[in-house]
């Protein structure tokens, strides 16, 4: 009866105060158990052990209070006409004289905390060969370079990496000495992970090798707030008199500085500044997954699936009513960044990512994302931009497309070839025996010509000769057991290709 009574108390929306006692019992815990970490910790790991840790317990805090999905579908509605503007319009406007004392005052800061395990590599994504044995850093690091020497400017680079990419990042700098960019990089916050069930960390120590590996995250890309500040260098760019960050994933090979939104922010054409522009674009089929902006309680509001009640996910993802995602570049005013952060006024939903360790231990991790924040700064902006300046490499099937001879690569940057006739990208299908970044090498004797093709779909042990070319639509399937070699210099052309068709060397 008791048992029963407890979880009807439990279920019941409203803090009853049994919920209230429980919630406090929780966090006391919690706080007991941190502070068992923060014991182990060695004088020099202290001080920034302490500020994660002190910064997971707020994170954690905030996590017992909110209830439910964190949107209140009714409350949607479409941005207003004005809060979202084509890029064309931004374009128009042109570019002034002094291009370069406005390009003085941006730093350009890339997310580099993440792994490249979903496309088997071992060490950070950012260091995996995308073009010409460029890797993701040095494509970035040629494109800002070439800013600086074509007009005589300081734009410097600054990585944010995790406690799983910082090490293997700064061996790899030194090769960048005596290019004109200085690089500067910064830790994410490391917070411990908790158990599903008890909701306490699951770490024992402040360590985070052998068995304690898993026991420990970086928070997501919300947290590079926080970070930047803790870290001194918002302090420092604003006494250099740098006075706007431009914000995007290391992966995104789109996310090159654009001088006609950075004019825009810098010189807005009805005078008053923007804290926060966010470049949108058009939803495909293939997006429906993207976060959206949406005007929310009068603000504009970055609206992720994973806020949406179940019963309107359908409605989300559909392209007719939210018709463009978050590209996840965003251009943020340092001053504000500093003025809200000390307001501790930085407002991201909590996202709740499930795990299950290697051991089988079901554990959450508490992330926030950095575009979620856009709802706490003033005068914010979404740009509908060309989807060009999103082409973000996730999987070899996107690694194909920019490895490609549909895309030039120019100083860094990686632009369409004028010889496609049609702009779009064609749609890329690799199988599982292509997964891993080796294989998908081992399979491509050269990349195939592919300026023609609209769609590419290949499963099974399939291998392509040299000098390949693929138009129109291409699918390519080798049952079980059977395998496919496309020879040297086929045409394929609107083709479906299965059975079994071996090439041996005799």
């Excluded at 799983?164 to 992970?193: A, G, M, W």
């Excluded at 979404?382 to 070899?396: A, M, Q, W, Y």
């Excluded at 693929?470 to 080798?478: C, E, N, R």
Aim: hydrophobic share 35%.
């Amino acid at each position: 009866e008791r048992v029963f009574n407890l979880s009807k108390a439990m279920s019941q929306d409203g803090a009853s105060q049994f919920q209230e006692v429980i919630r406090q019992e929780l966090e006391l815990s919690v706080k007991k158990e941190l502070e068992k970490i923060l014991t182990t910790a060695s004088s020099h790991e202290f001080e920034h052990t302490k500020k994660d840790l002190d910064g997971f317990r707020k994170l954690f805090h905030r996590f017992l209070q909110e209830k439910g999905p964190s949107v209140d579908w009714g409350k949607i509605q479409r941005p207003p006409e004005d809060s979202i503007q084509p890029y064309e319009k931004i374009k128009a406007r042109g570019l002034p004289d002094n291009i370069s004392s406005v390009l003085n005052k941006l730093v350009v800061v890339k997310l580099n905390g993440g792994l490249g395990t979903s496309m088997g590599c071992k060490g950070p994504k950012s260091l995996i060969g995308v073009r010409n044995e460029n890797t993701f850093l040095d494509l970035t690091v040629q494109q800002i370079e070439h800013l600086n020497k074509t007009y005589n400017t300081d734009v410097p680079l600054v990585l944010m990496n995790s406690f799983n990419t910082d090490e293997d990042t700064k061996k790899i700098l030194q090769k960048y000495n005596h290019c004109r960019v200085k690089i500067y990089t910064f830790n994410q916050s490391r917070y411990p992970r908790i158990n599903k069930e008890s909701l306490l960390p699951v770490a024992k120590d402040v360590s985070y090798s052998g068995e304690n590996t898993e026991a420990w995250y970086p928070p997501g890309h919300g947290d590079i707030y926080a970070s930047f500040y803790n870290s001194g260098l918002l302090d420092t760019f604003i006494g250099e008199g740098k006075e706007y960050i431009f914000v995007s994933n290391i992966d995104n090979l789109g996310a090159t500085v654009d001088l006609y939104i950075l004019n825009h922010l810098m010189n807005p054409p009805n005078g008053k500044r923007c804290e926060f522009v966010m470049e949108v674009t058009n939803k495909t089929r293939a997006d429906v997954k993207g976060g959206t902006l949406t005007q929310y309680e009068g603000k504009l509001r970055l609206v992720e699936i994973a806020q949406v009640p179940k019963a309107h996910v359908d409605e989300f993802k559909s392209v007719s009513k939210f018709k463009i995602f978050n590209t996840n570049n965003l251009w943020i005013s340092l001053a504000a960044v500093k003025r809200l952060q000390e307001q501790n006024a930085i407002d991201m939903e909590i996202i709740v990512n499930p795990k299950t360790l290697d051991g089988g231990l079901n554990v959450i991790q508490l992330e926030t994302a950095v575009g979620a924040a856009i709802k706490s700064f003033e005068n914010s902006l979404g740009i509908n931009v060309p989807r060009s300046r999103f082409l973000p490499v996730k999987t070899t099937s996107d690694l194909l497309l920019v490895m490609s001879n549909l895309y030039s690569l120019n100083a860094g940057s990686l632009t369409m070839s004028e010889k496609r006739e049609f702009p779009t990208v064609p749609l890329v299908k690799l199988g599982s025996s292509f997964t891993k970044v080796q294989d998908y090498l081992r399979r491509f004797e050269s990349i195939p010509d592919m300026l023609e093709l609209d769609h590419l779909t290949v499963s099974g042990d399939v291998t392509f000769g040299k000098n390949v070319s693929l138009k129109g639509t291409v699918i390519i399937i080798a049952n079980h057991g059977d395998r496919i070699d496309i020879p040297p210099g086929a045409v394929l052309e609107n083709k479906i290709v299965s059975g079994n068709l071996r090439i041996l060397d005799h």
